[in-house]
């Protein structure tokens, strides 16, 4: 069963960001998909670095966004990206020895963590401010050829 289907609210308006936003969903829901399956260790550790490096590379997208809209909360979205990236370590860690269920267990938690709060929460106010200055999907990815 798919552990959290992709919806629109999870778009920000700004295309590359919101097709990592799905790339890493997807990617989520795979791994948690084979868990099922009991697959050898090293299929699952793979998936966590991929997991891993694909949301290092998001937050890195985000932030850059963010600088270049000198975007006022900065600093606190910031933060709260390294709290998320040291809970997807946290994980990592575990996986070289916890079960299986364990390792499900904590991917739905950090999948909530990821995708409501900090998306409901920071993501949705950079979704807001980029609303307040009339910034819609288009406007962004022509002032952005490069993003
Ligand atoms: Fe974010
Ligand atoms: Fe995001």
């Given amino acids: 069963m798919t552990l959290l289907p992709w919806s629109e609210r999870f778009k920000l ?32 550790l793979g998936f966590l670095e991929e997991i891993n490096a694909k949301i ?17 909360e900065l600093g606190a979205h910031k933060g709260d990206h390294e709290e998320l990236l040291d809970g ?13 269920a364990d390792l499900e267990a904590d991917l ?9 709060t900090h998306f409901a ?10 609303e307040e200055q009339g910034i819609d999907e288009e406007t962004f990815v022509r002032e952005n050829p490069n993003a």
């Fill in 13 to 44: 308006g700004i295309p590359a960001v919101d097709h990592e936003h799905e790339e890493l969903i997807d990617l989520i829901n795979t791994l948690h998909d084979q868990l099922g399956k009991e697959p050898p260790k090293e299929e699952v």
């Fill in 56 to 72: 290092n590379a998001h937050f890195a997208l985000e932030e850059k966004v963010m600088r270049g809209l000198h975007y006022d």
């Fill in 88 to 100: 997807i370590r946290d994980i990592m860690d575990r996986a070289e020895t916890a079960p299986f």
């Fill in 108 to 116: 739905a938690a950090q999948l909530k963590t990821w995708f409501g």
């Fill in 121 to 130: 929460t920071k993501d949705a106010r950079l979704h807001h401010f980029l």
